[in-house]
């Protein structure tokens, strides 16, 4: 029996620009996690619109493939998130996921030998000041993100929407020295990474590196109506 499915319309006008398309979800209580595509699609929207703007005042994007010195960053994902990694990790053959486990495994030691994964895992409770100061230790020790594979991403297609919102106009060498205070973002008029955040309520951000001790710990959270929790997060933007 196939299953049930409904079409709804996705509308938002970002800095005058106006985003509108239809996203296919289950008609049925299911995993929260279904409506990532349709922040993904709409993330990129948004991304492109504030690329626009930047190049119209003579800004180019400097990000390229081979330019990995944000995937050392600590990345914040929302707890949906967190479960469609882990969902996406199940989901490979295990010759493939193997390489990215022991990645996974190998980072976290090395957090822990530096004495940040106390701090990562309590990061929510830590006021402003504190977490700046925990990010900048952790882009210090330089651990790469698990995906980050000859220098690429290896989950580019399924990237987080974090990732998805970090572009930069300023030259490629300064994103290795952020001290340096040169870096230079691309202003977006919206972030689907927060308003998904805010969506789930109590819930902090789960650093990408500790992304399966959280999902092995929480339960998944279930959305009753898909579409009705799409359209809640895309009111919040």
């Known amino acids: 029996m196939p299953a049930k499915t409904q079409n709804i319309l996705v509308k938002l006008t970002v800095n005058g620009t106006p985003i509108e398309g239809a996203v296919e979800l289950p008609a049925i209580p299911s995993p929260k996690r279904v409506i990532l595509p349709a922040l993904q699609g709409l993330t990129d929207a948004i991304v492109g619109i504030a690329q626009q703007e930047a190049e119209s005042t003579g800004e180019n994007v400097s990000c390229r493939k081979g330019c990995d010195a944000c995937c050392r960053q600590m990345v914040p994902l929302a707890p949906t998130e967190v479960f ?17 486990l022991e990645r996974f495994d190998r980072e976290v030691e090395a957090l822990e030998e530096k004495g940040l994964t106390e701090f990562l895992r309590h990061r929510h409770a830590l006021a402003p000041a504190q977490m700046q100061a925990l990010d900048r230790a952790y882009f210090a020790a330089q651990i790469p ?13 399924v990237r987080p929407l974090v990732c998805r919102e970090y572009l930069v106009t300023s030259d490629a060498k300064f994103c290795a020295q952020p001290e340096a205070d040169k870096v230079r973002q691309v202003v977006l008029g919206a972030r689907t990474s927060q308003a998904l955040l805010k969506s789930e309520p ?19 959270a279930l959305a009753a109506n898909p579409a009705k929790a799409l359209r809640g997060i895309v009111k919040r933007l």
């Open 84 to 100: 469609a990694l882990a969902a996406y990790l199940d989901s490979l053959p295990p010759a493939a996921a193997a390489p990215v």
């Open 145 to 157: 993100c698990p995906f980050l594979e000859n220098h690429a991403c290896s989950i580019h297609a």
């Open 202 to 220: 109590g819930a902090g951000w789960v650093p990408l590196v500790l992304a399966r001790e959280y999902a092995a710990q929480h339960r998944e």
